[in-house]
Nanobody
Framework: QVQVVESGGGSVQAGGSLRLSCAAS????????MGWYRQAPGKQRELVAG???????NYADSVKGRFTISRDNANNTVYLQMNSLKPEDTGVYYC??????????????WGQGTQVTVSS
């Protein structure tokens, strides 16, 4: 069994900061790509930032320069530091992890989501 649990959401004013965490646990052989996605009301879920097992990162244009993704491989955890938050960053943030349960078996696991609300 594998679990992915997010934490760190909340409500902040524009210009504020939040740090999201996502921890994977259970029968994990290794973890590949880990990503943060968000879904605003009435919109499709979109990729915000991602990081490979070797640390290569990618970001949505809308968050470049404001958000930073990082990971702690020893603890199977990925973080999203969000600075200079804007009202348009509001949404439910989900963590996705590509988890290998053995050397060849990989599944995508989603967390339950954490709400981020930015007020103007």
């Amino acid at each position: 069994q594998v679990q992915v649990v997010e934490s760190g959401g909340g409500s902040v004013q524009a210009g504020g900061s939040l740090r999201l965490s996502c921890a994977a646990s259970g029968s994990i052989f290794s973890i590949g790509y880990m990503g943060w996605y968000r879904q605003a009301p009435g919109k499709q879920r979109e990729l915000v930032a991602g990081i490979t097992g070797r640390g290569s990162t990618n970001y949505a244009d809308s968050v470049k320069g404001r958000f930073t993704i990082s990971r702690d491989n020893a603890n199977n955890t990925v973080y999203l530091q969000m600075n200079s938050l804007k009202p348009e960053d509001t949404g439910v943030y989900y963590c996705n992890s590509q988890i290998f349960t053995d050397s060849t078996t990989r599944h995508d696991y989603w967390g339950q989501g954490t709400q981020v609300t930015v007020s103007s």
